[in-house]
């Protein structure tokens, strides 16, 4: 990988605090996974204290499956940032969309953001990982109403 590639997947293109929960709740479970064994153990307390211990190993099991595919056939290595950073990088924004489109059962956008983190061809094999892993994500953050399905193509953003 060159450096200007990790730059790229380690550039700063927001604040986790902009995030829905099931996107800062994905970057976060990302950065614990990959971090060390010890916020690995952080992140199945976390997810087992707000599923249940059964629906913890699913999930753990599928995020698990998910890095795996994302780390061997991953265009390039998967960028993150520090696990109390504030700051998002494009590889994890990349991700955090993934598993929400996923969640929302928007195929076409899923498939979109998973070929940007895996060969075009491995992009389908993340797909059912990633809306497992957002469903279950979704049930984690039940406080928050589901995100707007779609918006007026005349709807001014800023």
Same mark, same amino acid.
């Given at each position: 990988?060159?450096?200007?590639?990790?730059?790229?997947?380690?550039?700063?293109?927001? /604040?986790?605090?902009?995030?829905?929960? $099931?996107?800062?709740?994905? /970057?976060?479970?990302?950065?614990?996974?990959?971090?060390?064994?010890?916020?690995?153990?952080?992140?199945?307390?976390?997810?087992?204290?707000?599923? @249940?211990?059964?629906?913890?190993? $699913?999930?753990?099991?599928?995020? @698990?499956?998910? #890095?795996?595919?994302?780390?061997?056939?991953?265009?390039?290595?998967?960028?993150?940032?520090?696990?109390?950073?504030? #700051?998002? @990088?494009?590889?994890?924004?990349?991700?955090?969309?993934?598993i929400a489109a996923?969640?929302?059962?928007?195929v076409d956008d899923?498939m979109l953001f998973?070929?940007? $983190? /895996?060969?075009?061809?491995?992009?389908?094999?993340?797909?059912?990982?990633?809306?497992?892993?957002?469903?279950?994500?979704?049930?984690?953050?039940?406080?928050?109403?589901?995100? /707007?399905? @779609?918006?007026? #193509?005349?709807?001014?953003?800023?």
């Amino acid at each position: 990988m060159t450096q200007a590639a990790a730059r790229r997947g380690g550039a700063t293109v927001g /604040v986790l605090s902009d995030l829905s929960p $099931i996107e800062a709740t994905a /970057v976060r479970h990302l950065r614990q996974w990959f971090s060390s064994p010890e916020t690995r153990l952080d992140m199945r307390d976390d997810v087992s204290d707000r599923l @249940g211990p059964e629906l913890c190993e $699913i999930a753990l099991e599928t995020f @698990g499956q998910l #890095c795996k595919l994302c780390v061997e056939h991953g265009r390039r290595p998967l960028m993150r940032h520090g696990l109390t950073c504030d #700051c998002l @990088g494009a590889d994890e924004n990349c991700f955090a969309n993934m598993i929400a489109a996923a969640a929302d059962g928007q195929v076409d956008d899923t498939m979109l953001f998973a070929s940007l $983190i /895996v060969r075009p061809s491995m992009a389908r094999e993340l797909l059912p990982l990633a809306s497992e892993f957002g469903h279950l994500l979704r049930q984690m953050t039940t406080a928050t109403p589901p995100p /707007v399905q @779609g918006r007026p #193509c005349s709807a001014t953003l800023h």
